[in-house]
């Protein structure tokens, strides 16, 4: 990467989509974020924290970028703001304006976001998955499936919801770190690893319906099986988990997948429930599948049950 490409040169490159440039440039301003991230907070973890939000909100919009030339004040700015909303959040000090900018939101921008408005998925999906598993689970859970309140996370992770905000609050900033550290690494391909999971979920469910369950599981999930239920009742080995689903298809269930969220160490699977006919309440609207995956197959996992809307007491 030529490293005397001026900014302006850097933030054409990044818009559309090359990620060195990206790369280049955040890493050029960083001692500089840095600087304005100390000046107002202090020396501390504080501080980092606050340059690690900052440079996803970066990511976020960097596409509303008009004047790529001073593209370092506009850096400089957002850190200002993210550590005055801290600031805020500590002593209640009001926010300068900062007309330049769009209205800043309270919380970090989701790395979804980052995904939507650039075309750097690959670059971003290779950073989550350096995340610890229980760290890559609550970001996975909490941006990009419908699974997004901390009570669902809590009750489907098994821990409180104060860890699910602490476990949050490291993914951002360590997310933001491998970000940055990664940027100018090859990545994989995230949409042929989603579409070679998309195929294996579509042939098990299409097995299932043909008496043939068996031989799907025993290609794709290990003998070694540990799932817990949507009741937390432990299901062992596939032999297990293919009675459960021929029991489902011989009570009239269906299972129809919507979404797929594929990663290295795991897979989340959202699906509709299709209740028989005969009984159009018979389960839950939907069921979302968190499975952990060891050499390329389903070693563990848990089954969560959606819970349809409560009903308006007007």
């Known amino acids: ?29 960083r001692a500089a974020m840095r600087a304005v991230a100390l000046s107002l907070l202090g020396f501390g973890p504080e501080a980092e924290d606050a340059v690690q939000d900052a440079t996803l909100l970066a990511l976020q919009r960097l596409g509303e970028v008009r004047d790529p030339h001073a593209v370092g004040a506009w850096l400089r700015a957002i850190v200002r703001n993210v550590c005055r909303m801290r600031l805020r959040a500590q002593r209640a000090a009001p926010i300068a304006d ?8 309270v919380d970090p921008p989701s790395p979804e976001e980052v995904l939507e408005r650039h075309a750097l998925r690959d670059w971003v999906w290779h950073a989550l998955q350096e995340l610890s598993e229980p760290l890559q689970l609550v970001v996975l859970l909490r941006y990009f499936s419908s699974i997004t309140s901390y009570e669902q996370i809590a009750a489907l992770c098994g821990v409180p919801i104060g860890t699910v905000r602490s476990r949050l609050n490291q993914a951002r900033r360590k997310l933001g770190e491998r970000l940055l550290a990664t940027a100018t690494s090859m990545h994989d391909d995230v949409a042929v690893l989603t579409a070679r999971r998309w195929r294996e979920v579509r042939e098990l469910f299409a097995a299932a319906e043909q008496g043939d369950v068996r031989s799907v599981l025993s290609e794709f999930w290990s003998a070694n099986l540990a799932l817990l239920g949507p009741k ?7 032999e297990t988990l ?3 689903i021929e029991r489902d298809l011989a009570a009239g269930v269906r299972q129809q997948p919507v979404e797929i969220l594929a990663s290295q160490r795991l897979t989340i699977i959202e699906a509709k429930l299709l209740s028989p006919p005969w009984d159009p309440k018979h389960c839950p609207p939907g069921v979302v599948w968190v ?17 349809p809307p409560a009903a308006d007491p007007a």
Request: proline share 6%; hydrophobic share 40%; no cysteine.
């Open 1 to 29: 990467m030529d490293k005397t490409l001026t900014d302006s040169e850097l933030v054409r490159a990044a818009q559309a989509g090359h990620v060195p440039s990206l790369g280049l440039l955040l890493e050029r301003h």
């Open 98 to 105: 900062q007309s330049f900018l769009p209205q800043l939101p």
């Open 232 to 238: 937390g009742q432990p299901w062992r080995g596939t």
């Open 242 to 244: 293919a009675q459960v």
């Open 291 to 307: 499975l952990m995956l060891k050499k390329q197959r389903v070693e563990r996992g848990r089954l969560f049950h959606l819970q």
